[in-house]
Every structure is written in structure tokens, then in C-alpha cells.
């Protein structure tokens, strides 16, 4: 759906991407990550040719992405990191605007995505907070069934519960056949709603894979506390990274062999035992905490 080739963004000297190369597969919902100012936005501003790329290729829906790019944003809905809304208009009025600009004429879906995230349709535009502002950023973005949605920061401002439907919302829109390229700093977005996730580091795309591949990769940890004495010794086995070690407490990390990590606890008393799968906050963390050089195959 999307294909980024070595896309460099310069901003003066500074730069905003360089040698970037990202795809976003057909009917998935692929997770941008990175820090604020890591390249996420320019990324997809440049997908969008609101701004000019200084070079590389970009192509989506196998068109060009400058030169195509009024025949692409026809068939993709965008919902930006920050945008105004015209001031002192009823929301409904907004909406049925912009759906005219589009040349969609039905209004079905606006209502229901409405409905369902509690947003009152004759509030006027001026009087809304920045939640409710946000809400019908997803709306526009949505309501003319687009096949490609690109949302750049989409939850920054919805309450749990308005989170729990948003996701709901997406993953009808992946069975539906839609394909979601989203960008967020928030990494339980991500982890809950996404099939694959892309970590850009400064400027480059550092990993790309299915998370569910991810976790497995930087494997599971167990904790154990005991009831007597042990050495850190007896845990250096294949397939374990790292051991740590805290008053009667061990902590591993494990890519392999946990059946033989498990009969070397299972010779202990064990008082509590836990393990658990990385969650993608500590990947995200584990990944920007190495060097450049490190996982940029991944």
C-alpha cells in the first residue's frame, strides 16, 4: 500500500529523515514509533506531499506519491498531529463540508462514529475541548471511507474509555479491508491495536517486524524469589541473556530453553514465580537504549 525508498527530508542543515525505507502492507494496521522529533511526522507529510521531499521515492496505491497526489488523497483519509477547525460552525455542518469536498454525500458513517464517540454533532466548533476536537479529527479521517487512513498522534487527548472504542474502531476497519498507517509516542496505542510496528531512530527506521516476532526476539523475563540460598551460576544455561540478582530475588531474560531455565528453578523452594513476555514500552526502551549499529537489520 505504501512504499518508501530512501527518503531523506533536509530542513536547512538539520535533519528530518535520511535513507528512510518503510512498507506498509495492504489491509494492516502498521504502528509509526518514535519520540516526538524522532522523523513520524515529516514522514508522513512527505508520503502526503505536504512536503517536498529532498530525496528518494515514495508510492502509494502504486502511484507516485507527488505527482500522483491529488488522485492518492482522494482514496485516504489523514488525520494530522495538529489542525484548526473553522471557527464558530456546528460541528455537523463542519463535517458535511468537508464530506462535499470530497464528493461523498452520505452521511451514515459521520453519525454512527459520532454516536460512538460521544460527540455532540451541534456543539459549535469554538466551544469544543481538546478531546472533542481530536474527535472529529478521527471522524473526517474516517467518515468518507477511505482505503488508506494515515493518523499521525491519533489518541493524544481521548480519555481510556474513548481509547477502548477508538480501537475498536480501527480493528472494523482492518476486517473491513481498510489499511492503517498510524504514528504515536503513546506505546500501549501501538502494542493493543497494530499488527506490525516500525521504530524510527533519529531519522531512520531502525525496526520493522510483526510484534508478536518482536517480544519473542528479545524474549521472556521470569522472576523468581526463593526460599534458600542459589548462585547465579546455576542459571547461566543457553538461551539466557541476562541474570540479575536482588536478596533471594533472580530475574532472567530468556530467548530459548525455558524448559531447562524451569527444572533449574524447579531444584529451589520458590516463593513467587512470574513470567512475562516483554511489553513494547520495555522493546521501544530496549531498542533506543543500544547504539546505531545494533538490530538496524531487524
Do not use: W
Not at 487512513?149 to 482492518?174: N, V
Not at 521472556?220 to 536478596?247: A, H, M, R, W, Y
Amino acid at each position: 500500500m505504501i512504499e518508501i525508498e530512501n527518503l531523506t527530508k533536509m530542513y536547512g542543515n538539520h535533519v528530518g529523515v535520511k535513507d528512510l525505507n518503510l512498507a506498509v502492507r495492504k489491509g494492516e494496521i502498521m504502528g509509526f514509533l518514535g519520540p516526538n522529533g524522532a522523523g513520524k511526522t515529516t514522514t508522513i507529510r512527505s508520503c502526503l506531499a505536504l512536503l517536498a521531499k529532498t530525496a528518494g521515492e515514495i508510492t502509494i496505491f502504486g502511484l507516485d506519491s507527488h505527482r500522483d497526489a491529488v488522485a492518492i488523497r482522494e482514496k485516504t483519509g489523514y488525520l494530522p498531529g495538529e489542525f484548526g477547525l473553522i471557527s464558530s460552525v456546528k460541528v455537523s455542518s463542519y463535517l458535511k463540508y468537508l464530506l462535499s469536498l470530497r464528493g461523498y454525500e452520505r452521511t451514515e458513517k459521520m453519525m454512527s462514529l459520532a454516536k460512538r464517540l460521544e460527540l455532540d454533532l451541534n456543539r459549535k466548533t469554538n466551544e469544543l475541548s481538546k478531546g472533542n476536537k481530536l474527535k472529529v479529527g478521527i471522524i473526517q479521517s474516517l467518515m468518507g471511507d477511505p482505503d488508506l487512513i494515515i493518523m499521525d498522534e491519533p489518541t493524544s487527548g481521548l480519555d481510556p474509555l474513548m481509547k477502548q472504542e477508538f480501537y475498536r474502531i480501527l480493528r472494523e476497519e482492518k476486517k473491513g479491508g481498510k489499511t492503517v498507517f498510524m504514528s504515536s509516542h503513546i506505546l500501549a496505542d501501538v502494542e493493543r491495536v497494530c499488527d506490525r510496528v516500525a521504530i524510527i531512530r533519529k531519522g531512520q527506521v531502525k525496526v520493522m517486524e510483526e510484534i508478536q516476532a518482536l517480544q519473542e526476539k528479545t524474549g521472556k523475563v521470569l522472576e523468581v524469589e526463593f526460599g534458600d540460598p542459589f548462585t547465579i551460576d546455576e542459571f547461566k544455561l543457553e538461551g539466557v541473556s541476562e541474570i540479575q540478582q536482588d536478596n533471594g530475588r533472580i530475574v532472567l531474560t530468556i530467548h530459548e530453553n525455558l524448559d531447562g531455565v524451569i527444572d533449574a528453578v524447579s531444584k529451589h523452594r520458590i516463593l513467587n514465580m512470574n513470567l512475562k513476555t516483554y511489553n513494547l514500552e520495555q522493546l521501544f526502551l530496549k531498542y533506543y537504549a543500544q547504539g546505531d549499529s545494533e538490530r538496524g537489520d531487524a
